[in-house]
């Protein structure tokens, strides 16, 4: 065990060597069950009318048609997403999604259902709110290419994401309709089959033209010897299986690296490349690659059900920075985010953020002045070749662990990427759009989140 | 139906003997998990007892005997954040009370550490609050992986990686001090 280890074990030892005993827990009697009044709605009495089990798919087919006529606009760009111009205060125009979604509370209070806001992406504003259906809270968001077609997945209480771990989740198709300050949200529950309970979700991602739907699981136990992990793809429309690939038994054979982080399911956990294949990152599949270096690899969803690693094939190996933020490698992706996956709308490139040591020539952010120059930055590196594709960020003194990039949105060709660059702590962090050395500053979603701050859980709490 | 009624339905001992036993075998560690978080043991043992009280309301929705202790140290994270955000809060709104809040919450155990420790201990005070859980949870109080993982609602891969970078921030932050 190293020092630091040793030295932190003492210390916890010595500030609660004096908790040797607890106080009484005064229990009160038995209560009769009582369920919170704010999760239970009154009803008028009288029958229900049972529309549900027929009207749903009904209602999430018209939904999909309607989605598949206002997405042919989409198809017209490379990779569909490159949308539509926003002006900024300055007068420069910067072409990024109007709307994101997210989450409407801090993940870890479960005591109020968890619904959805839309945001103006320029201004931050809040739109339009969404509640859950009565007795669940939404945990997961994703979105198509459209930047108005998102799905959603909700639990049962326990509320808030950071109970989700477990449940058996629903999903809904979430879409804008109006624009501007009228743009409301509206939800049908898709057919596409609840996940059984005891499923943690490793990722959910809806297709760029919004008629797929790819969701990575696994079992949620600590006993993983013979546990699998499983990639679905189901058909938005219909619910219909349309794929599955699995991994052999047992954590050593899995695929798909990613986990909850802040409790909410992972939407960077797979990506789509175009409609018809999905990239996810596996480690150390190299021999003697190191364990934080990914091979980012390719699923041609074409291809029959069967086993997940030989049906996909492997692409590139991204390089990553060390971890504890040692920036000596020319430049590499952060390895604390490797196992999100972030393509290109044209799917050429895989996206990061990360440092390094490259002498690309970037603008300047001073930290202290005399040490060296580093690099923290955005960059895209070819799905085909390994190459990097672009580069873009900062040239700046500041160093170590405080030092964190990561991209949250990107475009068709990785000319412009929405993320949030943290150069020390005493200098403000940069959330915004990065397109070739410029920078336009954005608002930070979910300001009231503190969770935000801690180790980059933005990135399940929005979907552009 | 009482809660006693549901717990017996799902296999489970009643209410009040469920928690009691729980919280005599975990009391004691949880309090140390929330003194670390907080610095304040008063106000962790006020969070463990929030937090099984909780537990003995929840009890009859619980599916799972095995689920309780997990359900206890996620209440008591969930607590400890509350407890530090509305901390927080306070100071911002008060900034006067700054100085006051640092002062009460050092006198009673902090005070009694030794340099080296204080050191250590305000090293790991500057931590994000997911990277301080995982090392408590996982380097102190020896709980697994896949527990810690279940207590923070991450997974498995981010304990991982909390830990690695917590530990990177200490050697980092104590060798900057030193």
């Known amino acids: 065990m190293s020092t630091v280890a040793d030295r932190t074990r003492a210390a916890m030892d010595a500030i609660t060597i004096q908790v040797d005993s607890a106080p009484p827990l005064p229990l009160p009697p038995p209560l009769a069950w009582a369920p919170r009044a704010s999760r239970r709605r009154w009803r008028a009495p009288g029958p229900r009318r049972r529309w549900g089990p027929w009207l749903a798919p ?20 490379p990779g569909g997403h490159e949308l539509v111009p926003a002006v900024s205060p300055a007068g420069a125009a910067v072409s990024f999604p109007d709307y994101y979604l997210t989450f409407n509370q801090p993940v870890s209070d479960e005591t109020i259902p968890v619904g959805l806001e839309l945001r103006s992406t320029l201004t931050g504003k809040t739109l339009s709110t969404l509640q859950p259906p009565r007795g669940l809270s939404f945990a997961g968001i994703t979105g198509a290419a459209d930047d108005r077609t998102f799905v959603a997945d909700a639990h049962r209480d326990p509320y808030g994401a950071f109970n989700s771990g477990g449940r058996s989740r629903t999903w809904y198709l979430v879409r804008v309709t109006g624009t501007g300050s009228h743009a409301r949200l509206t939800m049908t529950k898709l057919p596409v089959p609840a996940t059984p309970v005891g499923t943690e979700i490793l990722a959910i991602a809806l297709s760029p033209d919004g008629t797929k739907l790819a969701v990575g699981t696994a079992p949620w136990t600590a006993d993983t010897t013979n546990a699998k992990q499983a990639l679905t793809v189901y058909s938005v429309a219909t619910g219909a299986v349309l794929r599955t690939w699995t991994t052999p038994p047992g954590r050593a054979n899995w695929a798909i690296m990613s986990g909850g982080e802040g409790g909410a399911d992972p939407n960077t956990g797979v990506a789509w490349v ?15 690659a190191s364990p934080y270096e990914p091979a980012v690899r390719v699923l041609d969803i074409s291809r029959p059900d069967g086993d997940l690693l030989s049906s996909s094939r492997p692409t590139t190996l991204v390089p990553t920075g060390e971890p504890g933020g040692d920036q000596s490698t020319p430049f590499g992706c952060d390895p604390s985010w490797r196992v999100n996956v972030l393509i290109t709308g044209d799917g050429t490139s895989f996206v990061c953020g990360g440092y390094g040591t490259s002498g690309a020539r970037l603008p300047q952010s001073l930290c202290k002045p005399g040490t060296a120059w580093n690099t923290v930055a955005f960059a895209g590196f070819s799905l085909t ?80 | 139906m009482d809660i006693d009624t549901r717990a ?87 900034l006067s009370a700054v100085a006051d809040a640092a002062t009460a919450e050092s006198v009673e155990s902090i005070v009694l550490l030794s340099e080296e420790h204080r050191e250590v201990f305000a090293a790991l005070r500057r931590l994000p609050d997911r990277q301080r859980e995982a090392l408590v949870l996982r380097f102190y109080l020896g709980v697994s992986e896949e527990e810690t993982a279940r207590a923070m609602g991450i997974s498995r891969g981010t304990v991982k990686s909390s830990t690695s970078r917590a530990l990177a921030a200490l050697g980092r932050m104590l060798k900057e001090e030193s």
Not at chain 1, 280 to 287: L, M, N, P, V, Y
Not at chain 2, 59 to 76: E, F, I, K
């Open chain 1, 274 to 288: 175009g409609n018809h294949s999905l990239a996810f990152a596996r480690a150390a599949e190299i021999a003697g």
């Open chain 1, 385 to 464: 070749t390994g190459k990097e594709t672009f580069l873009s960020g900062y040239r700046t003194t500041c160093q170590g662990l405080a030092v964190v990039a990561y991209a949250v949105w990107v475009n068709a060709t990785g000319s412009k990427v929405i993320g949030w660059m943290h150069f020390a702590n005493s200098i403000p962090g940069k959330f915004g759009v990065f397109s070739n050395g410029s920078f336009r500053p954005l608002p930070i979603p979910v300001p009231g989140n503190w969770y935000q701050w801690d180790d980059g859980s933005l990135l399940y709490q929005v979907a552009w």
């Open chain 2, 8 to 94: 017996r339905r799902a296999g489970l001992p009643d209410a009040s003997v469920g928690v009691t036993e729980l919280y005599q075998a975990h009391a004691v560690g949880l309090i140390k998990l929330g003194v670390i978080m907080l610095g304040d043991r008063t106000a962790a043992e006020d969070v463990v007892q929030d937090a099984f009280f909780g537990l003995y309301r929840n009890w009859g929705r619980l599916s799972d005997p095995v689920n309780a202790l997990a359900y206890a140290r996620a209440s008591v994270l969930n607590g400890c954040r509350a407890a530090l955000r509305q901390r927080i809060r306070r100071e911002r709104r008060d």
């Open chain 1, 58 to 77: 009904l209602a999430a087919a018209a939904a999909v048609i309607a989605l598949a006529v206002s997405l042919v606009a989409v198809r017209g760009t």
